[in-house]
């Protein structure tokens, strides 16, 4: 199976939702600092969701705009 990411702005919370997977109640959270919120698989830790918050004020920032995501990029053989 394919891994896919959406990406989804809600314009009047300012908020990008960055998902692997659909958020659900038992994720837990935690705030990576900079308004940045992941949302974390309860069992493993991973990273399954992020929340950028105030994101168009982020893009009229000078500074580059990072998220401290990595990315597999396995290629089935």
Do not use: C
């Amino acid at each position: 199976m394919e891994a896919r990411m959406s990406f989804k702005y809600d314009r009047a919370a300012d908020i990008l939702y960055i998902d692997k997977i659909s958020p659900y109640p038992e994720q837990e959270t935690e705030e990576l600092g900079d308004d940045v919120i992941a949302r974390l698989n309860p069992t493993t830790g991973e990273i399954e969701n992020l929340e950028v918050m105030f994101f168009s004020t982020r893009l009229l920032r000078e500074n580059l705009f990072e998220l401290p995501v990595a990315v597999d990029w396995h290629i089935p053989a």
